[in-house]
């Protein structure tokens, strides 16, 4: 296999030479490194990679190519090859300066580079290579370039071998996933014998597992096996960002911790292929990054995750919350957090609902992204979220179109995602325009866009269909006595109305619901803020108030010294 290659450009021959020597002496065993010293022999070189089905992992070029003809440099780099991370190099130090961080700012913006490189200085420069490697390890995990431990064999279009493709990714175990009739595919299945019905999941342990269920898919992604039989002093209901925040306060702070998640891990922000807001990444992370590195922190703290588990009820018996789960399952805990999230509205189209996973999809473009290359993709939403998934789309497919059912973006969508919409080729959008009707023989073909300012419906070829139109609460599945707002959002601490159906003295703590020891944090509360950040600390205050809780109730009924709990930190 050829290596995959790291291209330099830089008209300063001295520099040129010393960041390809360094790359080379790090990275030579693994990627080719090549170099060029202008735009015309760069675009020259992106052109013959391209031509040979060569791998591009990283370009860097220097600050100054970053001006028109750089700037188009580095698109063209994008366009031949889109997996590539682009690293515009400055000198150490000059991100501080106005013009360098403008410049630095307008290029993530356009979408041009990924982020900046300081030059290397001393050697060996750590930071620069730190940099290098953040760079290739986003490059590896989108490229699925990582060790795969499970294999999944299934039809190209099929709606659950998607979903368990989602689930793995979701729950940040290492697969990979081949067509039945591939090469690779036949062998696999060779080995899950005459009988087996595909999808078709093979374990690490040599298992394989027809058409698994989602408990056999839950086992295989590590729940542990006796979840139901033990005691845990807080169970969380949700594994996106504000449920991982409080595994991992709960787990370091010595309380006994499960997370139960429907899917996998990293709820909304999963589908989040680069959170640029969150307090401490400069470059920016990767919603699923973040996740998994928050789950491996909760697991090595002791948490435990059972995925694939849907919770259906909660009750309350004396000092127990139980918890009822999909396959029958019960799991008990002294206080639980509601990190459920809220997840998008769905369009109602009959049609377009069968074909979920075929070619439509609810929430942001991953791991499908990679298999539109050329395809004709439609996104229907006006805000946020909408914008990013074209912007993230258009490296991939022929066209991106954003279906819009205002009269404009302004209202829903902020300023810099429209310049940078206005600013990427491959985009159109359509305003007044709703989604209404389309399908397809197993997988979508079609939409039916309708155009209010016309009045017409017109049908389009369509491959993918990503819908981002609102949110809509995980609360449908709780308890009457659980007050929440008209939306379904749920009331905590001071907005609890009236205290409604609150039998205790004190008053619900800051972020408990209208039923004692039932906290909630994150998106599905009500008046939460929206955003990784604000989750995460959410996550990180329900712990604290759980200690408070147990405390005050350990001293009304002391606990024998075996169950004594750990202090919070
Ligand atoms: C495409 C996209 C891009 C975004 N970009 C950014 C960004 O750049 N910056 C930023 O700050 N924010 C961003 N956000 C918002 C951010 O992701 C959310 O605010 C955040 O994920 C909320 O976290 P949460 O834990 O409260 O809920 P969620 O992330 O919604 O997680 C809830 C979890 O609960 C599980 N669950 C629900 N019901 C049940 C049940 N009954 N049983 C078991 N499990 C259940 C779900 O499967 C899910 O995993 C983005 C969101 C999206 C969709």
């Not at 300063?12 to 693994?30: F, I, N, P, S, T």
């Not at 490697?133 to 989108?142: D, G, I, K, M, V």
Request: aromatic share 6%; proline share 5%; glycine share 10%.
């Amino acid at each position: 296999m050829p290596l995959p290659v790291l291209l330099v450009i830089d008209g300063d021959q001295d520099a040129l030479e010393d960041v390809a020597a360094r790359l080379v002496r790090r990275y030579g065993l693994d990627y080719r490194v090549e170099s060029a010293s202008d735009p015309e022999q760069a675009l020259g070189a992106l052109a013959e990679l391209a031509d040979a089905g060569d791998e591009l992992a990283l370009v860097l070029a220097a600050t100054s190519l970053s001006d028109a003809t750089g700037g188009g440099l580095l698109q063209r780099a994008r366009q031949l090859h889109p997996h590539a991370k682009r690293g515009l190099m400055v000198a150490q130090g000059a991100w501080a300066d106005p013009p360098t961080a403008e410049t630095i700012v307008d290029s993530i913006a356009m979408g041009r580079i990924d982020y900046y490189v300081p030059v290397p200085a001393n050697a060996p420069d750590e930071v620069f290579h730190h940099t290098i490697s953040t760079f290739l390890l986003e490059w590896a995990t989108e490229r699925r370039k990582v060790p795969d431990t499970v294999h999944i064999v299934g039809e190209e279009w099929s709606g659950r071998a998607y979903e368990l493709r989602e689930t793995f990714e979701r729950c940040a175990v290492p697969h990979d996933f081949c067509l039945a009739e591939s090469d690779e595919g036949r062998i696999l299945l060779a080995r899950a014998g005459p009988d087996a019905k595909l999808p078709v999941m093979l374990l690490p342990d040599g298992r394989a597992l027809s058409d698994p269920s989602n408990a056999e898919i839950a086992e295989a992604a590590g729940a542990p096996a006796d979840f139901d039989e033990r005691d845990f002093d807080v169970v969380i209901v949700g594994a996106g960002p504000a449920g991982l925040s409080a595994a991992v306060y709960g787990a370091s702070e010595g309380l006994r911790t499960l997370v139960v998640d429907e899917g996998g891990i990293g709820g909304q922000a999963r589908s989040s292929s680069l959170i640029r807001n969150y307090l401490g990444f400069p470059r920016g992370v990767s919603g699923h990054r973040l996740a998994e590195q928050a789950y491996e922190q909760a697991s090595v703290f002791g948490a435990s995750f059972v995925f694939m588990h849907r919770v259906t009820a909660l009750s309350r018996s004396r000092e127990q919350l139980t918890l009822s789960l999909t396959e029958g399952r019960r799991v008990s805990a002294t206080a639980v957090i509601l990190a459920t999230g809220a997840s998008y509205r769905r369009l109602g189209v009959p049609t377009l609902e069968a074909l979920t996973g075929a070619g439509v999809f609810y929430g942001g473009p991953a791991s499908e992204a990679h298999a539109l290359s050329g395809a004709d993709v439609f996104v229907a939403g006006g805000g946020n979220s909408a914008g990013q998934a074209v912007l993230y789309l258009a490296r991939y497919a022929r066209r991106v179109t954003l279906i819009v059912r205002g009269a404009s973006l302004d209202a829903g969508m902020s300023h810099y995602l429209i310049q940078e919409i206005q600013a990427t080729p491959g985009i159109d959008v359509r305003i007044s325009t709703t989604v209404v009707g389309g399908g397809g023989d197993g997988r979508l073909r079609q939409l039916v866009l309708r155009d209010a300012s016309v009045g017409n419906d017109e049908t389009v070829a369509a491959d993918a269909l990503f819908v981002l139109i609102g949110t809509r609460p995980h609360t449908d599945w709780l308890p009457p006595d659980i007050a929440r707002d008209r939306t379904g959002f749920l009331y905590t601490g001071e907005d609890v109305p009236n205290h409604d159906g609150w039998l205790l003295e004190r008053p619900p703590s800051a972020l408990e619901t209208s039923m004692s020891r039932v906290l909630a944090a994150g998106d599905v509360r009500h008046g939460s803020v929206k955003r990784v950040a604000s989750a995460v600390g959410e996550g990180s205050i329900a712990v604290q108030l759980v200690h408070n809780l147990l405390a005050a109730q350990q001293s009304a009924e002391p606990r024998s010294a075996a169950g004594a709990r750990a202090r919070p930190r």
